[in-house]
């Protein structure tokens, strides 16, 4: 090099950027890709970051593969989105013995020992499906006598788990409120569409209103009971999870009827929190996102501003 030129341009690590590697899930559903889009912006955008990226293609095995990359690469920080919540406790105490913090997005681990992550930056998942039952009850009536079926995320996921607890939880207060069929679609469109072909064909009239764990299955499931020859939003109620702006164009379209928003643009406080760790400042155990219920007219007014 030049001789004058700054650390960088002699190969040595530039110093005072702070390189974080991301294990990310995959590209399951327009929410995923959505935060993935928020996070690359961030490493390309922020002078102070550098990112270095990998796809597990919904597989956990990758994602540890890539933790024990990042931890050979030496990165500042691990950032990690846990497709399934056990698992983690080998490869996260190679982190803790390398001295790398691991940040938790989107998804929760179950660890005995809670050291072995710094934060979780996400939603309150079981709040979520709580409100997926409260706003559905609203809707219906909270005396009806209503079958619901249960379209379910990923198997082990604490999104999964959380918003099935969450929404079982809220529907005590509705008697007349039954879970007639409940299987996980894993979070996409395609499995969505599968899983709500087989509940129509099993009982389809007496189907009153489905609760899918993410929009993208909820999209699925409405074009199953279209294709069955119901009308979607009016003969079976829609209630799902994420806020994705399909699910926003389909409640103007009257086919669905509520989206329970779960924020996806994590770049920020990721980048956020990586620099308070530089700094050595103490972090929150639990960064949590915040977030809104949209239906009817809310949902069509907000359309037009939505970001993902
Ligand atoms: C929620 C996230 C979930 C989304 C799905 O934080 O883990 O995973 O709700 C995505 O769309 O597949």
Not at 107 to 120: A, E, M
Not at 173 to 183: D, L, T, V
């Amino acid at each position: 090099c030049n001789g004058g030129g700054s650390a960088a341009s002699e190969g040595k690590k530039d110093d005072k950027k702070i390189v974080i590697g991301f294990s990310q899930i995959g590209a399951e559903s327009g929410w995923r890709t959505a935060e993935t889009k928020s996070i690359k912006e961030m490493g390309k955008n922020d002078p102070e970051i550098e990112l270095k990226f990998s796809d597990a293609q919904q597989k956990q095995s990758n994602q540890i593969k890539a933790i024990r990359s990042f931890i050979a690469q030496k990165v500042d920080v691990i950032a990690l989105a846990p497709v399934v919540e056990t698992g983690w406790e080998k490869v996260l105490r190679e982190a803790k013995r390398a001295k790398i913090p691991v940040v938790l997005l989107d998804r929760r681990i179950k660890v005995d020992d809670d050291s072995l992550y710094t934060t979780f930056i996400g939603s309150d998942f079981i709040e979520e499906g709580k409100n997926a039952a409260k706003y559905l009850a609203n809707l219906i009536g909270p005396d009806k006598k209503v079958n619901i079926v249960e379209l379910q995320g990923t198997v082990g996921a604490s999104a999964m788990i959380e918003r099935q607890k969450g929404f079982a939880e809220q529907l005590k207060k509705y008697p007349g409120y039954k879970i007639k069929k409940s299987e996980t679609a894993d979070f996409t469109r395609s499995k969505g569409k599968e899983v709500m072909e087989a509940f129509l064909k099993a009982d389809g009239k007496n189907i009153d209103a489905v609760f899918a764990h993410n929009d993208d299955m909820a999209m699925g499931a409405i074009q199953a009971i279209e294709e069955y020859g119901l009308k979607s939003g009016k003969d079976i109620k829609i209630v799902s999870v994420d806020g994705i702006k399909d699910a926003f164009q389909a409640i103007k379209d009257g086919k669905s009827n509520i989206t329970v928003e779960c924020n996806p643009l994590l770049g920020p406080q990721l980048a956020q929190v990586a620099k308070e760790l530089r700094d050595g400042k103490k972090v929150d155990k639990w960064i949590k996102s915040k977030e809104d219920v949209y239906e009817g007219q809310k949902a069509i007014d907000a359309l037009p501003d939505r970001k993902y």
